[in-house]
């Protein structure tokens, strides 16, 4: 194998369909909350939480992070993404709607949390191939700073 080969098998920013090159980043990011969404409205659906809040929550959860990543830049000048900023935003944001609409918000946050978690696990793949959080792809493999 030529160091040309190398980016066949080192992880790397993009990802190729065919001709189009894809940020994987932004793959994984939108496969995670795919699977957020999923898991919230299945496990839900199994714990007989009220399917219109169980949609109300995952949606919540995920309008939350544009607006917590964009106060978060009009504040420090700088875009910067924390899963666990998100995460706490979104949990708030929901106790405080369910809490205001007169449902339990235990059963939902506990939902939301397991969702949160298989998200992440997707998510940290799209920071490994984009090298931002969680290495980037060198000659030899993957380095840390």
Not at 104 to 133: E, I, K, Q
């Amino acid at each position: 194998m030529s160091s040309n080969d190398l980016h066949y098998v080192v992880p790397g920013p993009t990802i190729r369909f065919g001709r189009k090159r894809v940020y994987a980043f932004q793959l994984y990011a939108g496969i995670g909350l795919a699977i957020w969404v999923a898991i919230n409205l299945t496990l839900g659906a199994l714990l007989n939480l009220p399917g219109k809040w169980s949609v109300v929550v995952a949606l919540l959860g995920l309008l939350v992070i544009p607006i917590i990543a964009m106060a978060e830049k009009i504040v420090s000048g700088a875009e910067d993404l924390c899963f666990y900023h998100h995460l706490i935003g979104g949990l708030t944001a929901n106790t405080i709607l369910l809490w205001m609409v007169g449902q339990p918000p235990l059963p939902f946050l506990d939902v939301m949390l397991l969702a949160a978690g298989a998200a992440r696990a997707v998510g940290y793949l799209g920071c490994f191939r984009a090298g931002c959080c969680h290495g980037r792809p060198s000659r030899w493999g993957v380095i840390y700073d």
